[in-house]
């Protein structure tokens, strides 16, 4: 007999209603924003998918094969967000840090 985890609510739909009630940055004018919703929507429908076969009791290499690509979603975010940091402008007024050189 196996253990089944208790089940609050789909994350999924908690995530989406959270999703919805911002708005989604256009493609258009922030792509590397909407690659990383499009990965972290990705990533969460993975998510859920383990969740509901850990739940039935599945194990095997099926299972090892969706958290691995789970694994990979995250590691692409993970560089994407790396890229927006690394672009972002060093002398912005949220960044904190800036020109320490006086006007003369």
Same mark, same amino acid.
């Given at each position: 007999?196996?253990?089944?985890? $208790?089940?609050?609510?789909?994350?999924? =739909?908690?995530?989406?209603?959270?999703?919805?009630?911002?708005?989604?940055?256009?493609?258009?004018?922030?792509?590397?924003?909407?690659?990383?919703?499009?990965?972290?929507?990705?990533?969460?429908?993975?998510?859920?998918?383990?969740?509901?076969?850990?739940?039935? &009791?599945?194990?095997?290499?099926?299972?090892?094969?969706?958290?691995?690509? =789970?694994?990979?979603?995250?590691?692409?975010?993970?560089?994407?967000?790396?890229?927006?940091?690394?672009? =972002? $402008?060093?002398?912005? $007024?949220? &960044?904190?840090?800036?020109?320490?050189? $006086?006007?003369?």
């Amino acid at each position: 007999m196996t253990t089944q985890r $208790p089940r609050l609510g789909s994350l999924s =739909a908690m995530r989406a209603e959270k999703r919805q009630s911002g708005d989604k940055y256009p493609a258009r004018l922030f792509p590397v924003q909407h690659e990383i919703q499009k990965l972290e929507d990705e990533l969460n429908a993975f998510n859920d998918r383990i969740a509901e076969l850990e739940n039935e &009791g599945h194990r095997g290499h099926a299972m090892e094969v969706l958290k691995a690509n =789970a694994i990979d979603f995250a590691r692409q975010i993970d560089e994407l967000r790396c890229e927006l940091a690394e672009s =972002a $402008p060093k002398d912005a $007024p949220n &960044g904190k840090i800036l020109n320490s050189r $006086p006007k003369i």
